[in-house]
């Protein structure tokens, strides 16, 4: 009676209180491992590729503790970066709120997972096998009842918390806070055309998931890190993998690459090169414009005329590095009332317009992008603003 009793409280493990928390910390790290590496990375983004041994550990995982189907979540994911911050963005906190996202993030994927149209257009790709048809999708619940059996056998009674905390942790992490707070809040590192935001510079508790905007701008790279101080472990695991031939790296972001100082002459690998790290390109960009707008509140800081100036000017360098999903109307007509009223910041922005206009053209040609280039580094060498000229001899270094 007495080992029945022992086996109801603590099951075959007989752990403590906090080996099971410990425990538990683990499992939901695998989980979390399983969403960024297979989901994500591999199958979603086709950085990577994984051993079949290694692909399909990861798809029964998430079948056991998620209940997810990959070719759910590929197809959602996949949509929302086709449709980001747009109509028809599975959950996007610009359109449907951080709170609703943050808290409800599960809800919009399982009502977006009932979309026909998405998983036909945007699933290709994903594991279509017997285990796939006859298993996982045919029955998408029989995972977390066989895991909540497998917890309550190891830890007794405490496996209902255990599998209560799995069962809560995607939804929470990966649904919530990357898809809510990782659109909202957090530092940019490139000027990517939405609001996506890094976290944390130290990716650990989320993957590495906690550096969305460096993904958001290098989407199809394997690896989510880009600054010296910002560190990834979906990333460390990968090249784990890789050494002993259970990963092969497909994609990575590509790394600035600058010709020699004396480089002048503006080639098509000059045009590629500036295509290329476009996103890097504009942050530096909204740097030099906030710079210059500080520059301009220092001037008219002793003049008491300037007053509404100086309130505009502040609006500048609050702002001017946001994305502009990220800024409400109010926000957007301040910044323009700012540059209409500031003939130094009218002309930084014509200039960051038309240098803008060399990559999202769709109809030019080659030659002619790279002439076009070409008349917009000497314009902006020419303009009289240091800063401008600084950058301009900057951008004519870049390459392929």
């Known amino acids: 009676m007495e080992s029945i009793l022992n086996f109801v409280a603590g099951g075959l493990l007989q752990l403590s209180w906090w080996q099971i928390i410990l425990v538990t910390l683990v499992l939901t790290h695998i989980t979390i491992a399983a969403v960024t590496i297979y989901l994500h990375r591999s199958q979603a983004h086709r950085g990577l590729d994984l051993h079949p041994i290694v692909s399909h550990f990861f798809r029964m995982w998430l079948w056991l503790t998620t209940g997810m189907l990959t070719r759910e979540w590929v197809a959602i994911h996949r949509k929302h970066h086709a449709k980001c911050e747009r109509e028809g963005d599975p959950h996007s906190p610009i359109m449907f709120g951080l709170e609703k996202v943050l808290w409800q993030g599960a ?16 699933s290709h790709g994903t594991p279509d096998d017997w285990m796939e048809r006859k298993v996982y999708s045919a029955h998408p619940s029989l995972g977390i009842f066989i895991m909540m059996a497998i917890d309550l056998s190891l830890f007794g009674a405490f496996g209902l918390c255990v599998w209560a905390v799995q069962m809560a942790w995607i939804p929470f992490w990966a649904a919530g806070v990357v898809n809510g707070l990782g659109h909202y809040v957090g530092y940019r590192n490139f000027s990517s055309p939405d609001s996506s935001t890094n976290l944390f510079p130290i990716g650990i508790l989320i993957g590495g998931e906690e550096l969305h905007n460096n993904h958001h701008a ?67 960009y ?106 301009a001899l900057r951008l004519r270094r870049y390459a392929a």
């Open 107 to 122: 809800e919009l994927y399982r009502e977006e997972a009932l979309n026909e149209e998405t998983l036909k257009r945007f």
């Open 286 to 391: 909204a740097d030099l414009l906030k710079k210059a707008a500080l520059q301009e509140i220092a001037r008219l800081r002793s003049d008491p005329s300037a007053s509404q100036e100086l309130v505009q000017l502040n609006h500048v360098t609050e702002h001017v590095t946001l994305s502009e999903q990220a800024l409400s109307v109010e926000e957007k007509s301040q910044l323009e009332q700012a540059f209409a009223q500031n003939k130094a910041l009218a002309q930084l922005v014509a200039m960051r317009d038309e240098l803008s206009r060399v990559w999202s053209s769709s109809t030019a040609s080659t030659e002619q992008l790279v002439q076009d280039l070409q008349a917009w580094l000497q314009n902006a060498q020419q303009s009289g603003v240091q800063s401008l000229e600084q950058f």
């Open 218 to 284: 290098y989407g199809t790279s394997a690896k989510f890190s880009s600054k010296w101080y910002e560190f990834d472990i979906g990333w460390m695991y990968i090249r784990m993998m890789q050494a002993v031939g259970l990963a092969k790296v497909k994609k990575v972001a590509p790394k600035l690459k600058l010709a020699p100082q004396s480089a002048q002459d503006v080639t098509e690998s000059t045009l590629q090169g500036i295509i290329t790290h476009r996103y890097e390109i504009m942050t530096r």
